[in-house]
């Protein structure tokens, strides 16, 4: 038998400066299109629009400088235009909220059931998702040591990026 190849899913990972992001985003959109149609789910020109600036970068957006950008736009939109679109693509998992910065990030796998698991740069901004299915199942393992049903995980590691570890180090 081959050897079978390990079981990967698309794995993000801190991206080379200059990488061609809008693959990110062109892939994101697609899925995103993709997903809302097998659901019956109604991805407005809006919604797709403020998706499209959550994965302007790998960096958390907040709901203000989507506001800000859309207004830059000639749209006429108010907070509740964009919380509204928000919450759409929150409720489809199409991007997480990072709690601790109140702001938003694109998932690149709405697809697969996951818990939130962010590695965040505190030098650069940078956020990428783990997907760690062994790290849940610990998590879910020790709570129920403790008779506790966990219904959602949210993980935040903070520290510093390749990159940047690589520019604290001397560069
Ligand atoms: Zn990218
Ligand atoms: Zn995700
Ligand atoms: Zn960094």
């Known amino acids: ?17 200059g990488h061609d992001h809008r693959r990110c985003i062109d892939g994101a959109l697609a899925a995103a299109e993709e997903r ?13 629009r403020v998706l499209e ?16 950008a859309l207004r830059a ?3 006429a939109a108010a907070p509740p235009t964009v ?5 759409f693509l929150l409720s489809h998992g199409l991007i997480h909220r990072l709690e601790k910065a109140n702001a938003f990030i694109g998932c690149p796998r709405p697809d697969d059931p996951h818990a939130g698991q962010f590695l965040m740069c505190l030098e650069c901004g940078t956020v990428i998702e783990m997907d760690d299915a062994a790290l849940g199942a610990a998590v879910a393992a020790s709570a129920a040591k403790h008779g506790f049903a966990v219904s959602r995980q949210m993980l935040e590691v903070e520290g510093h990026c390749p990159s940047c570890a690589r520019g604290a180090a001397g560069g």
């Not at 919380?83 to 919450?87: I, K, Q």
């Open 1 to 17: 038998m081959p050897p079978s190849a390990p079981a990967s899913r698309s794995t993000a990972t801190f991206q080379r400066p």
């Open 36 to 48: 809302c149609r097998r659901r019956g789910a109604k991805l407005t020109e809006l919604r797709r």
């Open 53 to 68: 600036l959550v994965w302007q970068g790998h960096e958390p957006v907040g709901a203000y400088a989507l506001l800000d």
């Open 73 to 75: 736009e000639g749209r």
């Open 83 to 87: 919380y509204r679109a928000l919450d």
